[in-house]
């Protein structure tokens, strides 16, 4: 008995540990409406009564339209998760449009929730993701319109446009919330500041260089 007690044990920790529990909680209806309107906080949304469900839970217009990429990085990036169409919450998926201004750049970040797949509208970028430790390999490719580059989940990222002409690229993420965590804003412009000493001992460079940085953030 003692024996079987500990099989069943390790099975249900080998299931706990399994990267199929990794992902969002799985739907057990149809499907679980976003109710952005209460103030329940739960790991995700609390779900609409399906009686109150419409169609318009699903439905997003506009994706097809330009958006402003005149900021310092030069893109933007337009989510569509369960806060922009709650008829995604539980269904473990969402999406973006990317926009590049010439040379613009998708500045090296990560989505802590989410591998991402993504499609070259207009344009060529060049894409690349790094390993983790301790071989921090970059990855790279140059990818243009009809390609198709895969970002792995919690690996940084980035994307820049070659082209002097705009570029568009549409993403999939495999989370309803993928989050976004942009390495320099977060190394550098956390709120409070990470002390320059530690960030200056972190890029073994000087203290000065490092609040220069800051500065900018």
């Given amino acids: 008995m003692a024996a079987a007690y500990a099989l069943l044990l390790a099975a249900l920790l080998a299931l706990a540990s399994s990267p199929t529990m990794a992902r969002d909680p799985g739907a057990l209806q149809d499907f679980c409406v976003a109710d952005n309107t209460s103030d329940v906080f739960v790991n995700g949304f609390v779900c609409k009564d399906p009686k109150l469900v419409k169609a318009e839970d699903f439905f997003f217009s506009g994706l097809d339209e330009p958006r402003d990429t005149t900021n310092k990085v030069g893109s933007n990036v337009t989510l569509l998760n369960a ?25 090296p970040h990560i989505h802590p929730r989410a591998t991402e797949i ?27 319109k009809g390609d198709v580059f895969v970002f792995p989940q919690g690996l940084i990222h980035f994307q820049f446009n070659l082209g002097a002409k705009p570029a568009v690229a549409v993403s999939g993420l495999s989370s309803q919330n993928p989050g976004v965590i942009t390495i320099a804003n977060s190394v550098f412009g956390s709120k409070p500041a990470i002390s320059d000493d530690i960030l200056a001992k972190a890029f073994q460079v000087d203290k000065k260089i490092i609040d220069r940085i800051q500065a900018h953030f």
């Fill in 118 to 144: 993504q499609t070259v509208l207009e344009g060529s970028l060049y894409v690349g993701f790094v390993t983790s430790n301790p071989d921090n390999r970059l990855v790279t490719k140059v990818v243009r």
């Fill in 83 to 107: 806060s922009r169409i709650p008829g995604l919450n539980t269904l473990g998926i969402s999406m973006a449009r990317v926009d590049y201004a010439p040379f613009g750049l998708n500045p």
